[in-house]
């Protein structure tokens, strides 16, 4: 296995972007991140394209990996669609760097896009219940906000995490989402806002949940050999690791194992610990969601996410921030894109160009994103770990 | 780049498979393959899985990979859905490939899978349309039938190709798929029902078109390490090539240039010619798609296929028998399993194992198949060499 660097990345903004399509948003990114790698198109050997929703949300059911390259004409090499719904543009990136680590490929492109916004609502919960098993459990009635407002109560009850620490996440994200020119939302909100906005699922409300959003981020790929003729400083890809499963019958709904187990993987590949990461993306896709993955990472004992969030370490300025492109929750959660907008946050922060939300010592970050949720079998966690 | 051999191959039935679903059929194929391989399922260390219409048919449209390896409680590792259209399953192969390849893994499943037959035809072929460009190209009208008629109709200006050379491909077909027992028609028919049958798209007709079927396949790749030590003799991957492309508007609609690159690309790797290929699995879409492989593979120069099919070389007992499983054309297209149910008769084959249709001399076995057709940007197509 080889070393790989990430040379470019690219992203549209997230949001409800009107008259955008799968081909437009898929190229946009990609291109941006060619240019920000000073890679051409010829150069490119493969590319990944993580989308996970396309087929019930727009119809584009086959090639959507080809569609999503195609006003940029990107053709001839192999391009492959990867899905695992909200981990499609992790497992892109993952593929990608496989397909370089191998010695395979010099440069491959990996890229995540979704188009969610302007299919029927209803169409779209139904498209996102399909994360979970569709002939035996879609239909029973236990969307996602009710997996994690049971998540929620359960962890409250068991560690006594309070409603504000929760609500606290939210209120976190978005003001770091006010900074981000490329999020969803770009406003602050207020602890006493989030905590009163209409009930969800109970505990949760409106402001616990992440958006539904259109989108598309990319990065470039390079071998070491190459990435030292590049014009810009190299992001290394210190870490990849993908794991699946399950809340096991004996596992407690307040910890997501795939993460414990993958977060375990990508520390010992990279010869790092939790207390080396300087900064975090992770799925909060539910404000609740974060806490457990404070936990599940390492950044605090089990229990600890509610009074970690209060403490303001997670916060931008904090010692350990979170989420500074405004997360899920308020950068957006354009499905097949998040993870490679992850990668394309780390990236920038770890160049240094992120301007207003820039953390000051960025030099090692951690992407988390899970994907999936079949009831006792999980879906995939992802960790990678980038270094400057 | 490390040397990687199929250790187990299985499958299930093509065809119409009434009550069995993505997850009954998926587990079946996987758990054949392990118990083939020797290898258990805690030994599975990757997993990747091709399905390309489960969202549309089956409203299962996230976490495909999983759901289809669920019955055999299959979790805990990477699992990863990949979707090239027709060619997912050989996407499968290959990225399994690759992560064996690469150093990263000692063993990976490949598993593709399709349950078509259930869906109401329209929706069916909603589904198939969308291997082309939905927003773009879907609704003019242009189908898959009448592309390939007007290619047949080309191929006969051009070359004098005649209506009954392109029939013999159904008829040789059939004849193969009758000793196939997975097969999903296992008769043959007479060159006079595959003329006679009921047109479909002006010259082809009924017996021209592959059939829509429910199956899926399955393959265990393993390191050479690891395989010396299995108790199945190993079928080796000397070559894995994907091109994807496009009729650029110089070229010819006879010529698929995806599959002329990546069999230029396999041969180069494998240090074989089309010469040293004992026999071949094609991607039999419509008969006359059949003819142009064979050209564009190198078996015969352009133009020739027709009369290559008429000499009989092709055919079970002749020099360079091709699709003895019967092909798409016969044995089914299950879309996302087709490409590992080439893989399934190709292992089959070398090990002496193909009962009725073993080919007599077969050392080198090369799978060819094709996924999408954005009209100008082509699709993938995927060649594969196995040998023991």
Redesign the interface.
């Known amino acids: 296995?080889r070393r790989v660097a990430v040379a470019g990345v690219g992203t549209t903004r997230f949001g409800k972007l009107v008259g955008r399509?799968l081909?437009s948003l898929g190229s946009e990114a990609a291109w941006l991140a060619l240019e920000d790698a000073g890679i051409e198109r010829k150069q490119v050997q493969v590319a990944y394209v993580g989308s996970?929703?396309a087929?019930?949300l727009?119809?584009?059911?086959?090639?959507?990996?080809?569609?999503a390259l195609?006003e940029i004409g990107l053709?001839?090499?192999?391009?492959?669609?990867?899905?695992?719904?909200c981990g499609s543009a992790s497992?892109a990136f993952?593929?990608a760097w496989?397909?370089v680590?191998?010695?395979?490929y010099e440069v491959a492109l990996a890229l995540g896009v979704e188009k969610m916004t302007e299919a029927d609502s209803s169409v779209a919960i139904?498209?996102?219940m399909?994360?979970?098993?569709?002939?035996l459990e879609?239909d029973q009635g236990l969307t996602f906000p009710g997996v994690f407002a049971m998540i929620a109560m359960r962890h409250m009850y068991e560690f006594g995490t309070t409603r504000e620490q929760i609500g606290l996440v939210a209120v976190q994200n978005h003001r770091h989402g006010a900074l981000n020119p490329h999020a969803h939302f770009q406003q602050e909100i207020t602890l006493e806002q989030a905590l009163g906005s209409r009930p969800v699922a109970y505990p949760l409300t409106l402001f616990d949940c992440c958006p539904i959003s259109d989108g598309a981020s990319a990065a470039v790929l390079v071998s070491e050999a190459l990435a030292a003729h590049l014009p810009s400083d190299p992001v290394w890809i210190a870490a990849s690791a993908?794991?699946?499963?399950?809340y096991e019958p004996s596992s407690p709904i307040t910890t997501f194992q795939p993460t414990v187990?993958a977060a375990h993987e990508a520390y010992e590949m990279a010869g790092l610990g939790s207390e080396d990461v300087d900064l975090a993306e992770v799925h909060d896709c539910f404000t609740i969601a974060e806490i457990l993955h404070l936990e599940d990472l390492g950044f605090c004992a089990k229990g600890e996410g509610g009074p970690l969030v209060e403490s303001g370490v997670t916060s931008l300025g904090g010692k350990k921030p979170v989420n500074v492109s405004g997360g899920l929750k308020a950068k957006g959660h354009p499905v097949g894109a998040t993870g490679l907008g992850q990668v394309y946050e780390l990236v920038r922060q770890l160049r240094g160009q992120a301007d207003q939300r820039q953390v000051a010592t960025a030099r090692v970050g951690l992407a988390h994103c899970m994907?999936?949720?079949?009831h006792g079998?999980?879906?995939?966690s992802y960790i990678h770990i980038l270094t400057r």
């Open positions: 296995m399509s081909r996970a929703l087929g019930l727009t119809g584009q059911e086959c090639c959507v990996g080809h569609l195609r053709t001839g090499i192999p391009i492959t669609r990867v899905e695992n719904a497992s993952r593929e496989i397909a680590a191998s010695g395979l139904q498209a996102l399909s994360a979970s098993d569709v002939e879609a993908q794991a699946s499963g399950t187990r994907g999936g949720f079949l079998d999980g879906g995939n």
